[in-house]
């Protein structure tokens, strides 16, 4: 039993434990899950790390999703700028290229 305990320590401070090294996707799509949301990052912290580190991951994930946002609005000011050579050709459904092949259509 001691086995299987070490190794599921092991896991989880991969993915959770050393806060310098954490991987900052997992949180991010901790945060963004509905259910759970920044709190969940700050609770899991605070109750396995303390406070401080609660506080201080939260702020750190709420930076990076700061960051992301901006540059996704940063992008699509840039789409906004560029024009459009043509609009976009029509595409036949496939009923429709069926009909005119058979000549059924009116």
């Known amino acids: 039993m001691s086995k299987m305990t070490i190794e599921m320590k092991r896991k989880f401070e991969t993915y ?3 806060v310098e090294k954490f991987n ?3 949180y991010v799509a901790v945060a963004l899950d509905p259910r759970f949301k920044l709190r969940l990052v700050k609770f899991c912290y605070t109750k396995s790390k303390g406070k401080p580190v609660g506080e201080k991951m939260e702020k750190q994930v709420n930076d990076i999703l700061n960051k992301l946002y901006d540059s996704y609005e940063k992008e699509g ?3 906004q700028k560029v024009p459009n050579a ?5 595409v036949m459904e496939e009923n429709e290229d069926c009909d005119r092949r058979l ?3 009116s």
């Open 24 to 26: 900052s996707l997992l």
């Open 86 to 90: 043509s609009p976009m050709p029509r």
């Open 77 to 79: 000011e840039v789409r």
């Open 16 to 18: 959770w434990g050393d």
């Open 103 to 105: 000549n059924l259509a």
